[in-house]
């Protein structure tokens, strides 16, 4: 089974922390050139200095996913010097927590754009080259929501189901070209979100968050969060070789938590 990505360059998004940090650490370990994409220059250069490299060349763009059109001019220019990104990793910081009937308007504008614009104007910008080279593996993010909403995220469960279509309907036109675009779903992970989404709860209900915490646990059948490394797992693999015929799906990485098939 070829699970190697020597000579393979990786676009990683949201990648100074959590999720995104640890599949850039993944995809770096498989042998992949990566270029890490976040607003914060300094924790940029911090995780490129701790990427597994042996022979590889990483690098940074520092780029905001509130402007689709400056992020994909930035992209655009920094595949001038890597030619073909082979992989792109498609993660950013879920919107903030609440009812879908009290969200603003201008909440779900923000989550459009910073999600679906921003994947988009990466596909656009790097699949020419994708087709090119005649492989291409797009990995997208999201969230179990996308099978079962999640109580208390309503603008969340909305836009990661927009990103779910908009991802399937991606794999069925770009299939022919070596091109896989699936979908990674976390469940609840051991990130700075999960304490943020545990801490509001505790906040409204007047519960204490080691009490939240454990009965979120209870209600995955691991018992467990997950680590943000075994999301990256998946990610990793999903960007082989070995996943070629892999298309088009949604991934739960969760534990088990989502109750259905």
Not at 22 to 42: F, Q
Not at 67 to 73: H, I, S, T, Y
Not at 181 to 199: F, H, K, Q, Y
Request: net charge positive.
């Amino acid at each position: 089974m070829n699970l190697k990505l020597e000579n393979k360059n990786a676009l990683v998004c949201g990648s100074t922390q959590g999720i995104g940090k640890a599949c850039a650490m993944a995809l770096a370990e498989l042998g992949a050139n990566i270029t890490l994409v976040a607003r914060n220059e300094e924790k940029l250069k911090q995780v490129v200095a701790e990427l597994p490299n042996t022979y590889q060349n990483h690098s940074y763009i520092v780029a905001d996913f509130q402007n689709p059109v400056e992020l994909g001019q930035k992209v655009a220019r920094k595949l001038a010097e890597v030619d073909t990104y082979h992989i792109l990793v498609n993660n950013t910081g879920g919107p903030a927590g609440g009812a879908a009937l009290s969200a603003e308007l201008s909440e779900f504008e923000s989550a459009f754009t910073q999600h679906l614009k921003s994947n988009h104007i990466l596909v656009q910008t790097v699949v020419p080259k994708m087709k090119e080279a005649d492989f291409g593996r797009i990995i997208n993010i999201i969230s179990t929501s996308v099978k079962q909403p999640l109580d208390g995220l309503g603008v969340s469960n909305t836009i990661r189901g927009a990103v779910a279509n908009w991802s399937k309907t991606l794999a069925n036109e770009l299939g022919e070209y070596g091109i896989t675009v699936n979908n990674v779903l976390p469940g609840a992970t051991a990130t700075t979100r999960l304490t943020e989404i545990i801490n509001n709860k505790a906040t409204k209900t007047g519960r204490k968050p080691e009490e939240i915490s454990k009965a979120m646990k209870n209600g995955i059948p691991a018992k467990r969060f997950a680590q943000p490394g075994e999301i990256a797992n998946a990610v990793a693999f999903l960007a082989t070789e070995a996943a070629s015929y892999i298309n088009g799906i949604n991934l739960p990485v969760d534990g088990g938590r989502t109750k259905s098939l």
